[in-house]
């Protein structure tokens, strides 16, 4: 049975670095019919999709987010990772790890979440 | 890349059916049948209830169906159920190896 498990600081100051790790067990990252993706949900809110990573290391991020995400994979240790930079309270949210289906873009496995505070 | 627009809320009781709407763009919804469901109960992580627009994975009720028409899809959940309290989100791939979600939508079974 597949398990993904999110891990990381649960408090970021404004403007530094928010770093999550994703850690995969039953199930290999470096299998091609699966994106490996983050999802964040502010308190209250929606689901809102940060971007994926394939086996190849290509990467793939929202528009919106672009400019402050990097996603990398280190398959040594079956684990992806976040990294968003230049974090303000609006960063504030659980965060989640999840697989994506190649064929037909879905999210079939789901971590349990992590919730990052971004506050001074 | 625009938010998918689903109603805040919706209700029924039990027994009847509901439906949830998912609006999208021609780059979106209406270009790909790659539209899934998603049940979150409180505090937990979504789980997926339909992919592919109106394909079921193994293990979930057939009560909840999907369906879509033009920029549209739609979630109906029949013969509901205390347990279906919970919130639901729709997703379609935006092109470029994107995702895209809706704001979500609470059901509230009275």
């Known amino acids: 049975q597949l398990h993904l498990q999110e891990s990381g600081p649960g408090l970021v100051k404004p403007s530094e670095t928010l770093t999550l790790t994703c850690t995969v067990s039953?199930?290999?990252?470096?299998?091609?019919?699966?994106?490996w993706d983050w999802i964040r949900q502010p308190p209250g809110k929606g689901l809102e999709w940060i971007g994926s990573i394939y086996e190849s290391g290509s990467t793939y991020y929202n528009p919106s987010l672009k400019s402050r995400v990097t996603i990398f994979a280190d398959r040594s240790k079956n684990q992806f990772s976040l990294k968003l930079n230049s974090v303000s309270a609006t960063d504030t949210a659980v965060y989640y790890c999840?697989?994506?289906?190649?064929?037909?873009?879905?999210?079939?496995?789901w971590g349990q979440g992590a919730l990052v505070t971004v506050s001074s | 890349q625009s938010a998918l627009t689903q109603p805040a809320s919706v209700s029924g009781s039990p027994g009847q059916s509901v439906t949830i709407s998912c609006s999208g763009t021609t780059s979106t919804i209406g270009t790909f049948d790659l539209v899934s469901w998603y049940q979150q109960s409180p505090g937990k992580a979504p789980q997926l209830i339909i992919y592919?627009?109106?394909k079921r994975p193994s293990g979930v009720s057939s009560r909840f169906s999907g369906s879509k028409s033009g920029n549209t899809a739609s979630l109906t959940i029949s013969g509901l159920q205390p347990d279906d309290e919970a919130d639901y989100h729709c997703?379609?791939?935006?092109?470029?190896?994107?995702?895209?979600f809706g704001g979500g939508t609470k059901l509230t079974v009275l």
């Open positions: 997703c379609s791939y935006a092109g470029r190896t994107t995702l895209v």
């Open positions: 999840a697989r994506e289906q190649t064929v037909g873009s879905w999210l079939g496995y």
């Open positions: 039953g199930g290999s990252i470096s299998n091609s019919d699966y994106y």
């Open positions: 592919e627009v109106n």
